[in-house]
């Protein structure tokens, strides 16, 4: 949402009965209770204001009242408010606004589980995904200036859930345990369902990391993952016949045509005529956790611990403390 929109304003109040602190090289204010501060860009700085206060910086800061956490929300005026809990900073950068949002590590654990879960997943299920989720969290590296976007590229990640929602509860209940190969935490990688059997790093033709993956069978996405079908020129899509299907070639076709051209890597070709037929089962990359999958092996009694260590061969769990994460709201 935000980057998409590129901001060059943005507005930022504190939650209900509380009060906000913001500061940076030009001064320092207050936003008590029902106000709202107004952020734009102005002469390549961060220039703030609220009432009768305005000032410029190079970055802002804001957090609660006494510099710790803070409920706020954020907003895109006329586009998109979001509400976040932790401390955040604004700064310039090819004339829009950046805002990065330093949140508790489990906040955005149970906030990115609460959006990447099929509704209705089954607690295990939801305890495995917070695992996957914190251990992505510490141990991934995509972005330069700040830890994590929540888009789809990273995860997605809307605002925290209820305290009593199966989200909270299943990362409450994982509390610092992360996923680890060899004694370092692994940046755990998941799919929405592998239609059958996952994949290797190598089998995707990914760039090898620490953790290589392995295939393994996926009883529940046989039987249950849902089927598609497309048709496409064999003309300029003629290298999907050489070798098993890589993701590189997925996302390629995707961007071009739509992301349910080829939604997963799990598939069978027929050439009839001059068209290519593909015809396959699953959603998404199909490495690491399947999501069907787990839910699948949750309904059948299966713990957290037992999904893990199906989709995740040769890992251990392990406990990490509490630190910090750096989330840029794009959406
Ligand atoms: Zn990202
Ligand atoms: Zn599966």
Redesign the pocket.
Same mark, same amino acid.
């Given at each position: 949402m935000l980057g998409l929109f590129h901001p060059t304003e943005l507005t930022v109040r504190p939650a209900p009965q509380t009060a906000l602190l913001l500061e940076g090289d030009g001064g320092r204010m207050t936003i008590e209770d029902g106000k709202e501060a107004h952020l734009r860009v102005v002469g390549g700085r961060v220039e703030y204001a609220s009432g009768d206060f305005a000032f410029t910086a190079s970055v802002v800061r804001g957090a609660g009242r006494q510099g710790g956490s803070a409920a706020f929300v954020l907003s895109v005026p006329g586009r998109i408010a979001r509400e976040y809990r932790g401390a955040f900073e604004v700064s310039v950068r090819s004339g829009t606004l950046v805002p990065v949002v330093f949140m508790d590590l489990e906040v955005a654990v149970a906030s990115a589980v609460a959006a990447e879960s099929p509704p209705g997943a089954p607690l295990e299920a939801l305890k495995a995904q917070a695992i996957v989720t914190r251990s992505y969290y510490l141990a991934a590296r995509r972005h330069v200036n700040f830890g994590f976007c929540d888009t789809t590229h990273c995860q997605f990640l809307r605002e925290p859930p209820a305290a009593d929602s199966p989200a909270l509860v299943a990362a409450a209940s994982t509390r610092g345990l992360v996923l680890t190969y060899r004694g370092e935490i692994i940046p755990a990688l998941f799919s929405a369902? /592998? =239609? $059958?059997?996952?994949r290797s790093l190598r089998e995707a033709g990914m760039a090898p990391q620490d953790y290589p993956y392995y295939s393994v069978i996926?009883e529940? /996405? %046989?039987r249950h !993952?849902p089927r598609w079908k497309s048709v496409l020129d064999l003309e300029n899509n003629v290298d999907l016949l050489n070798g098993s299907p890589t993701e590189a070639q997925r996302l390629r076709i995707d961007r071009g045509l739509g992301w349910s051209t080829i939604p997963g890597n799990n598939y069978e070709l027929e050439v009839a005529g001059g068209a290519l037929i593909i015809q396959g089962s $699953?959603q998404g990359h =199909?490495i690491g956790l /399947?999501? %069907? $999958? !787990?839910a $699948?092996m949750a309904a059948q009694g299966k713990s957290f611990q037992e999904i893990l260590d199906y989709y995740y061969l040769n890992t251990s769990l392990d406990g990490v403390g509490e630190p910090l994460v750096g989330l840029r709201p794009t959406r």
């Amino acid at each position: 949402m935000l980057g998409l929109f590129h901001p060059t304003e943005l507005t930022v109040r504190p939650a209900p009965q509380t009060a906000l602190l913001l500061e940076g090289d030009g001064g320092r204010m207050t936003i008590e209770d029902g106000k709202e501060a107004h952020l734009r860009v102005v002469g390549g700085r961060v220039e703030y204001a609220s009432g009768d206060f305005a000032f410029t910086a190079s970055v802002v800061r804001g957090a609660g009242r006494q510099g710790g956490s803070a409920a706020f929300v954020l907003s895109v005026p006329g586009r998109i408010a979001r509400e976040y809990r932790g401390a955040f900073e604004v700064s310039v950068r090819s004339g829009t606004l950046v805002p990065v949002v330093f949140m508790d590590l489990e906040v955005a654990v149970a906030s990115a589980v609460a959006a990447e879960s099929p509704p209705g997943a089954p607690l295990e299920a939801l305890k495995a995904q917070a695992i996957v989720t914190r251990s992505y969290y510490l141990a991934a590296r995509r972005h330069v200036n700040f830890g994590f976007c929540d888009t789809t590229h990273c995860q997605f990640l809307r605002e925290p859930p209820a305290a009593d929602s199966p989200a909270l509860v299943a990362a409450a209940s994982t509390r610092g345990l992360v996923l680890t190969y060899r004694g370092e935490i692994i940046p755990a990688l998941f799919s929405a369902s /592998c =239609g $059958g059997r996952t994949r290797s790093l190598r089998e995707a033709g990914m760039a090898p990391q620490d953790y290589p993956y392995y295939s393994v069978i996926c009883e529940y /996405c %046989l039987r249950h !993952a849902p089927r598609w079908k497309s048709v496409l020129d064999l003309e300029n899509n003629v290298d999907l016949l050489n070798g098993s299907p890589t993701e590189a070639q997925r996302l390629r076709i995707d961007r071009g045509l739509g992301w349910s051209t080829i939604p997963g890597n799990n598939y069978e070709l027929e050439v009839a005529g001059g068209a290519l037929i593909i015809q396959g089962s $699953g959603q998404g990359h =199909g490495i690491g956790l /399947c999501q %069907l $999958g !787990a839910a $699948g092996m949750a309904a059948q009694g299966k713990s957290f611990q037992e999904i893990l260590d199906y989709y995740y061969l040769n890992t251990s769990l392990d406990g990490v403390g509490e630190p910090l994460v750096g989330l840029r709201p794009t959406r």
